[in-house]
């Protein structure tokens, strides 16, 4: 088959990695990927969000199955104008990705369906809201409606805070059309837990549990980011808590789609809370999380076919296809940034990997993210978050509290991959799976 992955991040080095092991996958192009994904798939220039460019490729090169991974082409209806085309496609059509690509759209979903989620109010008028934040508890959280590259959510714990988020979403637009309604959200509190699940509308598989970083330094410290590293499993989501988010959220948001008629087919992102009251969603995203599949993805069993598993979601067949994890195992991903992220970075410096220590290590996948090659075949770095050291390690004594001592284990490979990566600026956390 010819393929044709959308994006370029390491998100989709993952995705490109393991479908490139399928006996099905003759040839893989990225658009526009980049220099890690450059050895497995021909990079082509053309953005994630040049639908028309996206299209026009994939019909002149004759692609069988294409995969959109990014929020922005699937919010902006890439999968409809593929499938338009003639070209089978994993994700969502734009019907259903506006799960993420409008909160309130989410929120609203929720409460119709009576989905557990934090208390909401929408406004459109700066001064009602303000006048809300004036009158009600702190803290209170303030999200801009639309896709804001995931800036848009603030925790305000104070007044200031609260009316600082609401004049740059509202007034001076920081987000565009994407703040011109905003979300005055309950503050929720407890651990936080992400579920990526594969769904063809029908059937829903859950994959491993995990557990993001998103703040840029240790300790939870600093300003939000797409993610600083993660672990896999979420040693706070137990089988019996995954029972009852099954139950209680998952095919309930499936089945309140499909009465919408909106259905969801591709990846859907559970961002959940674990909070006292039980579990809740903090949010939804149309796809897989960034870097949520560079450690779940690795826990994927080598007796699956990933291909094989998105083409059977593509064709509403997934309950024919088998689905299995590495449970016996742990990963952990550490995500090396640029010194200034996730503020606007300097780039173009170049990357030194000691492959040969890397591969002594065995079990560690260096994804990439913000790379690319020179003239010369030197790899350079070209963005905030530039690799993503995922590293993967089997338990020893599987027990009721998990895996503990693989992800241990996992950590430390990590972070031992991690001496043998330089780069100028070169800057990650060092408490990925501490806390
Ligand atoms: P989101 O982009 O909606 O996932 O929000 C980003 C982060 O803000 C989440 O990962 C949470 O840490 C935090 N957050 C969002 N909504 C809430 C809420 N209602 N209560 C507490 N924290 C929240
Ligand atoms: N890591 C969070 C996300 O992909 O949105």
Not at 85 to 112: Q, T
Not at 353 to 363: G, Q, R, S, T, Y
Not at 369 to 384: I, P, Y
Request: some cysteine; glycine content about 8%.
């Amino acid at each position: 088959m010819r393929i044709m992955v959308v994006g370029g991040g390491g998100r989709e080095h993952a995705i490109i990695k393991y479908l490139s092991k399928s006996p099905k996958a003759d040839k893989i192009y990225a658009l526009p990927g980049n220099g890690g994904i450059a050895e497995l798939a021909e990079c082509v220039n053309i953005k994630a969000e040049d639908l028309d460019g996206i299209v026009k490729f994939a019909v002149n090169n004759k692609i069988d199955f294409a995969v959109v991974a990014p929020d922005d082409p699937l919010v902006m209806g890439a999968v409809d104008k593929l499938e338009a085309a003639g070209i089978k496609c994993f994700g969502p059509r734009a019907n259903a990705a506006i799960i993420e690509g409008s909160k309130i759209f989410a929120k609203n979903l929720m409460r119709k369906y009576k989905i557990p989620t934090a208390n909401f109010e929408v406004f459109s008028d700066l001064d009602k809201a303000i006048e809300y934040v004036n009158n009600h508890a702190l803290p209170l959280v303030i999200k801009a409606d639309g896709l804001a590259k995931g800036k848009g959510v603030v925790v305000a714990e104070t007044l200031q805070e609260a009316e600082d988020a609401l004049i740059s979403c509202m007034r001076d637009k920081k987000f565009g059309s994407s703040g011109e309604k905003v979300l005055i959200e309950e503050c929720l509190t407890g651990p936080e837990v992400s579920v990526l699940a594969f769904t063809d509308g029908h059937t829903l598989v859950p994959m491993v549990s995990s557990m993001d970083h998103t703040r840029a330094y240790d300790n939870n410290q600093g300003a939000n980011t797409g993610g600083m590293g993660v672990i896999a499993p979420n040693p706070h989501y137990d089988f019996n808590m995954a029972a009852r988010c099954e139950r209680e959220i998952f095919m309930p948001t499936i089945n309140a789609m499909n009465k919408e008629g909106r259905k969801f087919k591709g990846c859907l992102y559970f961002g959940l809370m674990l909070t006292p009251q039980g579990p809740k969603v903090i949010e939804y995203n149309c796809r897989f999380g960034d870097p949520e599949t560079q450690a779940v993805l690795p826990l994927l069993s080598d007796e699956c076919d990933l291909l094989e598993i998105m083409l059977a979601v593509s064709e509403e067949r997934l309950s024919s296809v088998r689905v299995l994890f590495k449970w016996d195992c742990a990963s952990c991903c550490v995500v090396m940034a640029s010194r200034e992220y996730p503020d606007s970075c300097k780039t173009g410096f170049e990357i030194n990997i000691d492959a040969a220590k890397i591969h002594e290590l065995n079990n560690v996948n260096i994804f990439h993210a913000g790379t690319k090659l020179n003239q010369d075949g030197k790899l350079l770095t070209s963005g905030g978050r530039v690799l993503a050291v995922t590293a993967v390690a089997k338990s020893k004594s599987i027990s009721q509290e998990g895996v503990g001592d693989a992800l241990a284990q996992a950590r430390s490979d990590a972070y031992n991959a991690i001496k043998y990566i330089s780069f100028d600026g070169a800057r990650y956390r060092s408490d990925i799976g501490l806390h």
